[in-house]
């Protein structure tokens, strides 16, 4: 227990070694950490570390869904539901049934369960290479939410897929009609937990709670009661989280102080960074292991086997990707007049289905024996086919994603319109609430708060600044009449916040832009409010 707490100390400081690098020289992390893995994971000496499933699905898996679902924008999942859920779940099953097809004619001895459980294992992408990967390559804004909600989605499809499977292994048998109703059970039921838990916890943080280390502990546990309690009914843990995800985001700034939020944000940056950093680096220190239990085939013949089935995973993404965009806009007129379309991004959206950590664990928590007591038949080698695909998804399509992006020549998207945008309308806005509701305060005062906002507006309309901006301090005053500036303008921040939660409510901005000029906000009150005279 030391030695195994020893070597997670250990690799944390080399996480945060590699994070630096990684920044330095513009290398995709978690990138560096598989390599970086698998290359440690032959050191002599170093011991085997296995990657228990139930530390993934129980530990890691919650968190960092709940992260991910919190920075997800609803308004935009909601208008790409139709390319979400196509890819979430049709591709989901359309990859199982091809992988497994492809797997029990070219694996001699592959019976048909074992083949579909494969494909059921490496079928959904993975939430955490999608959306670290893809990150700030300037891709268009709609791409990049199909992608991180189909990552958040599929996680369910694909491990539900994956448990029918195994089922049909371990028992011997298989109802297509009994898998059909137990999956919508299985989804509803999930999709139920998770709003349920999320209108109790909107409750108690709006009522009950005002304190800013409470609510950051609960945070945390959030994602852990509605994992916990949808696995206990035997429904899909993984939206529930997400659904639970979802709804808290979109009610965030109604239920959570200035001071939560600081904290929370900066506690969660870390708490994800970790959580990202270990998993990547613990999936590659996985190969030895995973090498360690093949004993029948020869490693070229592995790798022949884990390559063939890379590509095919690529290509089924791609053939199915190719009719899923295109047909709807045939048939809708609708469509083609309100989504934006461009062919190129079909290739880039195929390219950036990478596997990741679910996969893993669900082939580690293939068990050891059947019910009969008799091992479990080829569990090695869908194991280690299962790591190959991880490898060649994420160190080859993560590597050539970038230069895939430059070869297409896709205009660079940016939001600093839109923000700029954005805080032309608050500015504006607290100029009028200044010009309206405040003119009857002292004229000093009133001049001060004014030229705070103008000379905002100023510099967003790119014009000189203010002649008297580099002017006299402001003059000592009682500390009353301090107070009172001091709260004025805090009351104008809570009058930008209203209009900001006002855009994010019609769904006017993008998630990126209001969270950033929230935190701005955030930090600006909590400073103005340390500044307040006390007594």
């Known amino acids: 227990m030391t030695e195994s707490v020893g070597i997670v100390i250990l690799l944390m400081f080399l996480i945060s070694f590699l994070a630096l690098l990684s920044k330095r020289y513009k290398f995709p992390f978690p990138i560096v950490l598989l390599v970086v893995g698998i290359s440690a994971s032959f050191i002599p000496g ?21 992260a991910a679902a919190w920075f997800t924008s609803w308004h935009d999942f909601k208008a790409n539901k139709r390319p979400i859920g196509l890819a ?38 993975d939430a955490v290479a999608a959306t670290t990967i893809t990150r700030n390559l300037g891709l268009n804004p709609r791409i990049v939410t199909i992608l991180e909600g189909e990552s958040l989605i599929n996680d369910a499809s694909g491990l539900i897929a994956y448990k029918y499977a195994l089922g049909a292994i371990t028992s011997g048998t298989f109802a297509i009609w009994d898998a059909e109703l137990k999956f919508f059970l299985v989804v509803i039921g999930g999709v139920l937990i998770g709003l349920a838990v999320g209108f109790v916890l909107y409750i108690i943080h709006k009522k009950w709670i005002n304190d800013p280390t409470v609510e950051v502990t609960l945070t945390f546990l959030t994602p852990f009661t509605s994992y916990l309690l949808s696995e206990a009914v ?35 940056e870390v708490v994800t960074f970790i959580l990202n950093g270990l998993i990547f680096i613990l999936l590659g220190l996985q190969l030895r292991y995973v090498m360690s239990e093949i004993r029948d085939y020869s490693l070229l013949r592995l790798l022949y086997y ?8 690529l290509l089924v993404r791609f053939f199915w990707t190719v009719p899923a965009a295109i047909l709807p806009r045939v048939f809708s007129k609708r469509i083609r007049e309100t989504e934006t379309f461009d062919r190129r991004n079909i290739l880039v959206f195929t390219w950036a289905g990478m596997r990741g950590v679910v996969s893993m664990a669900a082939a580690l928590a293939i068990p050891l024996l059947l019910k009969d007591g008799s091992p479990f038949p080829d569990r090695s080698l869908i194991i280690f086919l299962t790591f190959a695909v991880i490898v060649f998804t994420v160190v080859g399509q993560g590597l050539t994603l970038p230069w895939l ?26 100029i009028s609430h200044i010009e309206e509701n405040l003119s009857l305060i002292d004229g000093e005062m009133l001049g001060r708060l004014k030229s705070k906002y103008e000379l905002r507006f100023n510099r967003l309309q790119k014009t000189d600044l203010p002649a008297n901006y580099f002017g006299e301090e402001k003059p ?3 500390e009353q009449i301090f107070n009172e500036f001091v709260e004025l303008q805090i009351q ?21 832009v209001i969270r950033k000029i929230e935190r701005e906000l955030d930090l600006e009150e909590e400073r103005l409010s340390l500044e307040l005279f006390e007594g």
């Open 492 to 512: 104008l921040i809570r009058v930008e916040r209203d209009m900001l939660n006002q855009l994010h409510k019609q769904g006017k901005a993008k998630l990126e």
């Open 476 to 478: 000592r005053t009682p």
């Open 405 to 430: 992006i430059r070869k297409l020549k896709l205009p660079r998207f940016s939001i600093l319109a839109e923000e700029y945008e954005v805080r032309m309308q608050i500015v504006s806005r607290a």
């Open 46 to 66: 170093l011991p085997l570390i296995v990657l228990a499933p139930d530390v993934i699905f129980l530990i890691f898996l919650p968190p960092l869904l709940y």
């Open 88 to 125: 979430a779940f049709g591709l989901v099953f359309f990859t199982t049934a091809i992988i497994g097809l492809l797997a029990h004619y070219m694996i001699p001895g592959l019976s048909w369960a074992h083949s579909f459980l494969l494909g059921a294992i490496i079928s959904p992408p």
């Open 234 to 268: 035997h429904v899909s843990g993984v939206l529930a989280v997400v659904t639970t995800g979802l709804y808290l985001s979109f009610r965030s700034s109604e239920i959570f102080t200035t001071q939560s939020r600081i904290r929370a944000y900066a506690v969660w």
């Open 306 to 313: 884990g390559v063939v089935i890379g590509f095919a995973a």
